[in-house]
């Protein structure tokens, strides 16, 4: 099965399902240190197909363990970024979009009391 056509398939069962569903880049994901505090990526980080050792810091394991925190790393930073609640609608000027409608900002004109009237 076509790797596109998998997601499509996993996306769909996910909205059926009432699950959430994230994309995320893979690439070099399996070149980059899962490490926090060194992160550094190339090709020396896989000196074979089924091995990861990082040259910068040394830290080692499974390549797909390793790919697979790295995705894991990227889904909870989407994740995070999607679910960032929206600024009040009172201090910005906007409202929030109603029940029904597209998901749209919408300016408000600022009521008559809120300019001193």
């Not at 059926?16 to 992160?39: H, I, K, L």
């Not at 091995?51 to 930073?77: K, M, Q, W, Y």
């Amino acid at each position: 099965m076509p790797f596109h056509q998998l997601g499509e398939f996993l996306a769909y069962k996910a909205r059926r399902a009432g699950v959430a569903f994230v994309e995320v880049d893979p690439a070099y994901t399996s070149q980059m240190c899962p490490n926090r505090w060194c992160g550094h990526t190339g090709r020396g980080n896989r000196p074979t197909r089924d091995t990861f050792g990082c040259a910068s810091c040394g830290f080692a394991g499974p390549a797909d363990h390793i790919a697979a925190l790295n995705v894991e790393r990227r889904a909870s930073a989407v994740w995070a970024f999607v679910n960032m609640p929206n600024e009040p609608a009172v201090e910005s000027g906007l409202s929030a979009p109603r029940a029904g409608q597209p998901d749209r900002i919408e300016r408000r004109k600022p009521r008559a009391s809120a300019l001193g009237r």
